[in-house]
């Protein structure tokens, strides 16, 4: 295939000092370590670099088993085999903010668009929670948002579904976790399938299946990685 043709669909969000954080979680700092001004003294050529404070769940990224479950996997023992995969992308925004997306949503989305969920398939859904928010408020990610149910989570998982993602920071509504509640992510812990979180750019992709890449840094006993995730539309 000729380089040309490809196109190459960026879904991450950028990652800078100030960021939006899920509330509770470590906040992102990039700043100047070495300086150009600091190294010309010292050598014929200067260099620069930066010092880079991010949790690991910080922006766009796939959460590993250890994080819900004491006895998972960490993010760097995963397959990598699991970050280049076939993906659907479903459009939810028309489920209301803070409500549960149904298995009654995903297959009626399916009939309409002849759209098919296969074995081993990454499944991103998009909420619009991203584009809704972006820079609006730095404490968006509290705004209410769509997720997926248990009885949800179960279905995909019962089609032999991988991961699943979403351009919003869980895989729960806020309904449910206002109350308290994790239901999918106790789906998915027990099934074993990954999370890909705060995604963007999903409209792009809605009703398309297509090659998703998205490599987790290999962080030695980390919970989840920041990622560079992208769909490659041929
Ligand atoms: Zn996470």
Redesign the pocket.
Known sequence: MGVSRLKIIDLSQPIFTGMTVWPGHLKTYIFPYTTHEETKRRYKLSFETRGIILCD?GTT?V?APL?LDPNGKSVDQLPLELFYREAVCIDARHVPPGEAITVKDIEEYCRKTGLEIREGDIVLFCIGHYDRHTNAKLEYVLEPFQGINAETARWLAEKGVVGVGFDGPAADCSKNIARGEFPADEVLKEKKIL?F?NLCNLDKLVGKRFRFIAFPLKLVGAT?SPIRPVAILE
């Open positions: 769940h990224h959460d994080h999370c979180e989840a």
